[in-house]
């Protein structure tokens, strides 16, 4: 258990290592001193109400992506998508939001946005899901080629159909708007965080649950780490591989509901710029893990954040490269970690 | 005369698929997948601008982007060869990392966050637009012999024949004293250079370089890669086909026969439509995406 734990945490640490002096090296190349820009980066997200709202907003979206594609990686199917099914989550809900009448109670319009974003994520998710279980068609590339259309068929929407003139938005939506955190804690005010962190908070809570305790999550488990032998086992792998992929998908567009019934009460053309790529970041640093998921969400929200709080001093995209370093330096310390502590475990 | 402005404006578009179509095959024949064509053309698009900006030759130009594209993909294959990490997520994080990495030091060069200044490129702008500017621009002709040159060496020497069997079954290969893990790192170096090339091609064509210019030709390149199923004539078919696609768009528009959106999606369309076999099914080399034991 111990060692269990060490090998899901140190690649972790050495990853911040390798980040923070390749970060030194970028703040030193733009005549600044680190400290003052770390400092900076932690005043602007950790340091007051404001700052940390917005990390908790973009932890909320990244929790979404980052569980959808753990998920898959639980299954052993790489989910490349959850950029397009958080978009078609949020759409979709968006679509449903705005055929409502105004003033219904939360209490009838969450389970509707709730189903609407599942579908909405969960039929882009599950076409990659069948593709792989019915043709054999690699979901990486077939979620990323999906990606770019569903992409460019909402933008199509958006731009021919539903948008407000002189915008890419839509109209606002008048039914189920969420509470702000800042309706509880006048101190986060003006920050976009909302109560779909809760939420976010619940479906990783209930994720665990299904993988570790359940049947079929046994049976995904199964089906990820030797497909092969599940198969011989009794499961149905080709049904377990569409039907992760579809909830994978339902996951990751549920996230669609923290920008648009949280924040801004509308659909945007483009509003997950990026999120469901820094997903696969936070799935991969957590380990696919529901609790390392939350905390990798943490992690590159306060990292994205931070990027705002220290631009007027080094560039903003000093962040993405770090994210960057992050992923790759995680990607090539687990096997790496993984054969030292296994090594020294035999001696 | 409309058909020839078709035709160049159509060759216009491919060459930078065509080099980087041609390193994706490169790469993803030897056993590494290719998902950081974006990060190499943007990268070279990058370094070519700066080398060329610094020495006022774009043949420097040219150079920078080769030596920045492959420096980008032994990165890659370092940490995909060496440290054995997984080979989609690296390729990820490749292309995010290029996007931020070319912006910051856009700020640190010449502190703008969206362009440099203008640099020295290829062609005439006097001449327009028309096959003889083309034709006087050194990378169409180095994009068509990077296709013959790949299919050449793919096929015709004994590296060629490495390179594949090392994408087959490594295994093997290592058994008849193949040295499996340098020739997939000579595979990452030569497919960055390629596609580099690509990048600079529009950086030194536009005499600019500007943030996240190849808006996902990388990725195009990519379904080209599949879609002519690993093989470098097909390749460049496929990118000359999705380059028409584009044109007949551009020529197209304001008449609004199809919206711009749908033309964009086809090369995505037909990459999943091959890879689900509909007509004959695409069959990636066997050890894609395989650590070599």
């Known amino acids: 258990m111990k060692r269990q734990l060490q090998e899901a945490v140190l690649p972790a640490i050495v990853a911040l290592l390798i980040a923070a002096i390749v970060g030194d090296v970028l703040i030193l190349a733009f005549g600044q001193s680190p400290g003052t820009v770390y400092r900076l980066l932690l005043e602007g997200t950790w340091g007051n109400a404001y700052g940390f709202g917005q990390v908790l907003y973009k932890t909320t979206t990244l929790t979404f992506t980052g569980l959808a594609v753990a998920l898959g990686l639980r299954a052993g199917l790489f989910n490349v998508g959850a950029e397009s099914q958080l978009a078609a989550g949020g759409f979709v809900a968006a679509l449903v939001g705005l055929m409502l009448p105004a003033g219904l109670p ?53 731009a021919a159909h539903l948008k407000v003139e002189g915008t890419l938005h839509t109209q606002d939506i008048q039914a189920g708007a969420l509470a702000r955190l800042s309706d509880f804690v006048p101190a986060f005010h003006g920050s976009a965080a909302n109560v779909v962190l809760f939420l976010a ?24 780490l030797q497909p092969e032998a599940a198969e011989y086992g009794g499961v149905k792998v080709g049904a377990v591989w569409w039907k992760v992929m579809a909830l994978s998908g339902a996951i990751a567009g549920v996230g669609g509901l923290n920008f648009v019934l949280g924040y801004k009460h509308y659909y945007e053309d483009a509003f997950a710029s990026g999120a469901g790529f820094v997903g696969i970041a936070v799935a991969i640093v957590g380990r696919n893990h529901p609790v390392g998921v939350v905390l990798a969400a943490l992690l590159f929200a306060t990292m994205s954040q931070g990027g705002l709080a220290v631009n007027a001093v080094v560039p903003k995209q000093i962040v993405d490269v770090l994210q960057a370093v992050v992923i790759i330096a995680v990607a090539a310390s687990v096997p790496e970690v993984r054969r030292v502590l296994r090594r020294g475990g035999n001696r | 005369m409309i058909l020839f402005a078709f035709l160049a404006q159509t060759l216009r578009i491919a060459i930078p698929y065509l080099f980087a179509a041609s ?61 054995r990490a997984d080979q989609v997520v690296v390729g990820i994080a490749i292309n995010l990392l290029i996007i931020g990495a070319t912006r910051f030091f856009l700020r640190l060069f010449f502190h703008s966050s969206a362009n440099s200044p203008r640099v020295s490129g290829f062609g005439d702008e006097r001449v327009g637009s028309g096959l003889v500017a083309l034709a006087g621009n050194p990378l169409i002709w180095l994009g068509v012999l990077a296709v013959a040159g790949v299919a050449w060496m793919l096929y015709r020497t004994p590296f060629g024949l490495r390179l594949r069997a090392t994408g087959e079954h490594p295994a093997a290969a290592v058994s008849v004293g193949i040295p499996v893990d340098r020739v997939r790192y000579l595979a990452a170096a030569l497919s960055g250079g390629l596609a580099a090339l690509g990048g600079a091609y529009l950086s030194l064509d536009q005499h600019q370089f500007s943030a996240e210019m190849t808006a996902g030709r990388g990725f195009i390149a990519l379904a080209a890669t599949i879609f002519g199923r690993w093989d470098p004539f ?46 004959g099914r695409a069959v990636p080399p066997a050890a894609l995406g395989k650590v070599a034991e």
Do not use: D
């Not at chain 1, 599950?126 to 992409?151: C, D, K, S, W």
């Not at chain 1, 619940?202 to 993988?211: G, K, N, R």
């Not at chain 2, 197209?252 to 959106?261: A, E, Y």
């Open chain 1, 106 to 158: 939360a209490i009838v319009t969450l389970p509707v946005y709730l189903l609407a974003a599942a579908i909405g994520g969960g039929v882009v998710g599950a076409v990659p899901g069948a593709l792989r279980a019915r043709f054999g068609a690699h979901e990486v590339i077939t979620t990323i080629m999906l990606n770019y259309i569903v992409l460019a068929l909402l933008n199509y929407l958006v």
């Open chain 2, 23 to 83: 390193g994706g095959v490169v790469s993803e024949r030897s056993g590494l997948v290719a998902l950081g064509l974006e990060g190499y053309m943007l990268g070279g698009a990058f370094c070519g601008a700066i080398a060329s900006y610094y020495s006022g030759n774009p043949w420097i130009g040219l150079l920078g982007a080769v030596a920045g594209g492959v420096a980008i993909a032994l990165l890659y294959a370092v940490a995909a060869i060496r440290f």
């Open chain 1, 201 to 224: 908070l619940a479906v990783a809570a209930a994720l665990w649950w299904f993988l570790f305790r359940t049947k079929q999550g046994y049976e995904i488990r199964a089906t990820g």
């Open chain 2, 234 to 279: 097909r390749a460049a078919l496929a990118c000359l086909l999705f380059a028409a696609a584009e044109t007949l768009q551009i020529q197209l528009q304001g008449t609004q026969v199809v919206p711009s959106q749908f033309v964009e999606m086809i090369p995505f369309a037909l990459t999943i439509v091959a890879l689900a076999g509909v007509v």
